[in-house]
């Protein structure tokens, strides 16, 4: 047997007060794809920090870390032998981009730059002329103009392909990829993971991608490792682990992954309720469109996103020649948008709409570039209309700069459209001054996508909530407004010790939890949501997801729901709309959108959207791109 790659032996990090990563051993072999997964705080990025010799002051590590081709253990190693390894014999992808590159520096000279550190170009101009060549190997767009740009100048999935190429510039023999795609839209994300299986199946480097996504993890990994509170509680093949979990942990989150299956009470599983959870075996199949669904406590129908007709299935034989399709397809679905339907609103009672949007156009105009040059225009949104009903669940989906943050703005009052109609709860929006959109902010509250930036750091949870009860000109009634803190505090599942803390003191999901009790107290009609769970654990998305769910049927609420993630808009949502570039180019019922999608855009949607199903159902990759690539 060969020697392998990577040997991790008995690995434990710690601080003076406490164990971060307890007894970790791993063996990685070259060409071989392994997984780490966990929620936050597992340890997992920890230990990717040690396997690099990062780990930050006050944290020091034991044990054993041994890569072939160097002497040694890594463990304790000077800086300066680390230096000589990082960059050239193993490498790594951080999940936010925009803070690992350096802001200052054009993205060519930062590619360069590992080349000429490590001696593997002879001098700056080959160092120049290579750094282009990998640029292009990760398929940017003109990837000597990119080379010229600076890092704030690439939107998020370009910058995260120079960090690619910048891993890859000098052939490592370890990739370690620690959240790459978490903060990417569904396409950008497929392309991002089909350039790392490329890159990695072609070259034999050896790969451990570190995620709390599993259906990232079950499209692109051989093996998996799970990890809870620092400790390796379950490794095997992935389909065994994912198909076959043998620890409670591992079913948990498997069980809160699954978005299609409910427990008995028909809520989306989490950790605390996953007992009754099974996954379905390899090779289930799709169940045709219009199948009922699964009765509660058992899993619901896989979705069937693969179904095509005969022309779209011979373009997605591989994720990468889908994206391209869909790329290619962008201008017609655009030039064709205006003939698609409006999109249709429910409305149980025959009643009127609670949202009205009349041929809403939004066009910002940014600065001149030259002194004699005309200001750009962004058209933000172009023409769009929709009715929403009251106790509606309403979905809108698309990717970054579609126009849905824009679209939400103004629903809310926080912008003012260029032309068109927005009527919300009775108010209407265009041309209202502040005074006029009181009402407005009475009737529809929002959560934002990021808690800990929308929350005071310096105010206390009960002020935090009780904010929106304080109206201009009225008294504030100091024992309504506690007994309405400590009734919204248990509504979303704290306890009144909650209200007495900070933001900081909370995790992630409380603080989302918190957001929600702010948006609900003044008893809205109307609750946006802005990409609510796209920060969070699967374990986590699911508790806030029944939470939602939970209040919206409790407060007889009207939902808009936006997100670039599909599985989620599916189940909360019953109608949706797909957003590209400003327009609307499909909308209806949700089954038939996601089911049956008619325009190319939405086809290309569904088909980038990973899910742990969609593995279980067409098995696991091919080693070889080419043949296939993640599903």
């Known amino acids: 047997m060969s020697e392998p790659l990577l040997q991790v032996e008995n690995l434990t990090i710690s601080t003076k007060d406490r164990v971060l990563v307890d007894d970790f051993s791993l063996s990685l072999g070259r060409g071989e794809r392994v997984g780490l997964i966990g929620e936050s705080g597992s340890g997992k990025s920890m230990t990717a920090t040690a396997l690099m010799g990062l780990l930050p002051d006050g944290v020091s590590a034991d044990g054993s870390i041994r890569l072939a081709g160097t002497e040694g253990n890594l463990v304790g190693a000077p800086d300066a032998r680390l230096r000589r390894i990082r960059g050239n014999d193993m490498t790594m992808v951080f999940q936010e981009p925009l803070t690992a590159l350096n802001p200052l520096m054009k993205v060519g000279k930062q590619v360069a730059e590992v080349m000429l550190k490590h001696r593997t170009a002879d001098n700056s101009r080959d160092a120049a002329a290579r750094a282009v060549e990998m640029l292009a190997s990760v398929r940017l767009p003109h990837p000597a103009q990119t080379a010229a740009a600076y890092p704030h100048q690439l939107s998020g999935g370009q910058r995260q392909r120079v960090m690619l190429a910048m891993a890859l510039a000098n052939d490592p023999a370890l990739l370690i990829c620690d959240e790459p795609t978490t903060a990417l839209d569904v396409t950008v994300q497929r392309q991002v993971l089909d350039l790392i299986l490329e890159a990695v199946s072609e070259r034999g480097t050896g790969l451990l991608f570190i995620t709390h996504d599993l259906s990232v993890v079950a499209n692109i990994c051989e093996r998996v490792l799970v990890m809870n509170n620092g400790q390796v509680v379950e490794e095997g093949d992935a389909d065994d682990v994912f198909t076959r979990p043998r620890h409670l942990y591992t079913k948990a989150l498997l069980g809160a992954s699954d978005l299609e299956a409910t427990d008995s009470r028909g809520r989306l599983f989490t950790v605390a309720s996953a007992a009754e959870y ?207 803190v400590e009734e919204m505090l248990e509504a979303v599942g704290l306890g009144p010790d909650a209200a007495d803390r900070f933001p900081h003191q909370f995790s992630g999901g409380q603080r989302q939890r918190i957001s929600i009790a702010r948006a609900l107290i003044c008893e809205p009609r109307v609750l946006v949501a802005d990409e609510p769970v796209s920060a969070l654990d699967v374990s986590v998305r699911a508790q806030v997801l029944n939470l939602l769910s939970d209040l919206v049927e409790r407060y007889r609420l009207t939902l808009v729901f936006v997100s670039h993630d599909l599985g989620v808009v599916r189940h909360i949502c019953d109608n949706v709309v797909v957003m590209h570039q400003g327009l609307i180019v499909e909308s209806g019922r949700t089954a038939q959108i996601y089911d049956n999608p008619v325009q190319n855009y939405t086809k290309a949607l569904v088909r980038s959207s990973m899910t742990l199903r969609g593995n279980w159902q067409h098995g696991r990759p091919s080693p070889n791109p080419h043949n296939g690539g993640p599903r």
């Open 278 to 484: 099974a996954p379905p075996p390899p090779g289930t199949p799709a169940a045709p469109p219009g199948t009922p669904a699964a009765p509660p406590g058992t899993p619901a129908r896989p979705a069937a996103l693969h179904e095509q007709d005969a022309a779209t299935a011979a373009t997605a034989a591989t994720a990468a020649t889908a994206a391209t399709a869909a790329t290619a397809a962008t201008a017609a679905t655009v030039a064709t948008a205006a003939t698609v339907p409006k999109a249709a609103a429910v409305e149980p009672d025959g009643g009127a709409p609670l949202i009205s949007v009349k041929d809403l156009v939004r066009t910002y105009r940014r600065g001149r570039t030259t002194l004699f040059g005309k200001p750009d225009e962004v058209h933000a949104l172009r023409g769009i209309s929709f009715d929403v009903a009251a106790g509606q669940r309403f979905g809108v989906v698309g990717e970054s700069g579609s126009g849905k943050s824009t679209l939400l703005r103004i629903l809310a009052g926080l912008d003012q459209p260029t032309s068109g109609s927005v009527r919300v709860a009775g108010n209407e929006v265009a041309g209202a001054r502040e005074g006029q959109l009181l009402q407005l902010r009475r009737q529809l509250q929002i959560v934002f996508q990021d808690p800990m930036g929308s929350l005071d750091p310096r105010m206390r949870v009960r002020d935090i909530v009780a904010e929106p009860l304080l109206l201009p000109g009225q008294p504030a009634n100091a024992r309504r407004h506690r007994d309405r």
